[in-house]
């Protein structure tokens, strides 16, 4: 299995932002420093995962990103599929008339693997995180009206 790096960060900066105070936001670039990346490319995922519907961002001084779905109904699966697309891993590369069973076993490990990741949700992370490092977290969120 292989996930592309997108997808690492996109599920940490999701769980950051799970753990921010209700109506709080968080900048680009906070959320960068954070990960050790550049504020280039984490917009880049950050779009993504704003036209997946996940989070939302606020213009202005204090503006910055937010969940933008209840909470609790974040699963690993709809990071994963807002970043990678929906398509399957495993493709087979020959030529079979009647279809093939390689395919078939692969598929169906990948779609056990999917189900399992539906019912995995990040604000279960969330929690935990925020009780080793709230001090850091909420020192770099904006606060909310
Ligand atoms: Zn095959």
Same mark, same amino acid.
């Given at each position: 299995?292989?996930?592309? !790096?997108?997808?690492?960060?996109?599920?940490?900066?999701?769980?950051?932002?799970?753990?921010?105070?209700?109506?709080?936001?968080?900048?680009?670039? &906070?959320?960068?420093?954070?990960? *050790?990346?550049?504020?280039?490319?984490?917009? !880049?995922?950050?779009?993504?995962?704003?036209?997946?519907?996940?989070? +939302?961002?606020?213009?202005?001084?204090?503006?910055?990103?937010?969940? &933008? !779905?209840?909470?609790?109904?974040? &699963?690993?699966?709809?990071?994963?599929?807002?970043? @990678?697309?929906?398509?399957?891993?495993?493709?087979?590369?020959?030529?079979? *008339? +009647?279809?093939?069973?390689?395919?078939?076993?692969?598929?169906?490990? @990948?779609?056990?693997?999917?189900?399992?990741?539906? *019912?995995?949700?990040?604000?279960?992370?969330?929690?935990?995180? @925020? +009780?080793?490092? &709230? *001090?850091?977290?909420?020192?770099?969120?904006? +606060?909310?009206?």
């Amino acid at each position: 299995m292989k996930y592309s !790096k997108a997808t690492n960060y996109a599920l940490h900066t999701m769980v950051y932002l799970l753990t921010l105070p209700r109506n709080s936001t968080i900048g680009v670039q &906070s959320l960068a420093e954070m990960q *050790n990346l550049s504020p280039t490319y984490l917009s !880049k995922i950050l779009t993504k995962l704003a036209k997946g519907g996940l989070i +939302e961002s606020t213009p202005g001084v204090k503006g910055g990103y937010k969940v &933008s !779905k209840p909470k609790d109904e974040i &699963s690993f699966l709809d990071v994963i599929k807002t970043v @990678e697309g929906d398509s399957n891993l495993f493709h087979c590369s020959m030529d079979h *008339n +009647e279809g093939c069973m390689i395919e078939r076993v692969m598929t169906e490990a @990948e779609q056990n693997m999917k189900d399992d990741l539906d *019912n995995k949700f990040l604000i279960d992370i969330a929690h935990d995180m @925020e +009780e080793k490092n &709230s *001090n850091t977290i909420k020192g770099k969120a904006n +606060e909310g009206n």
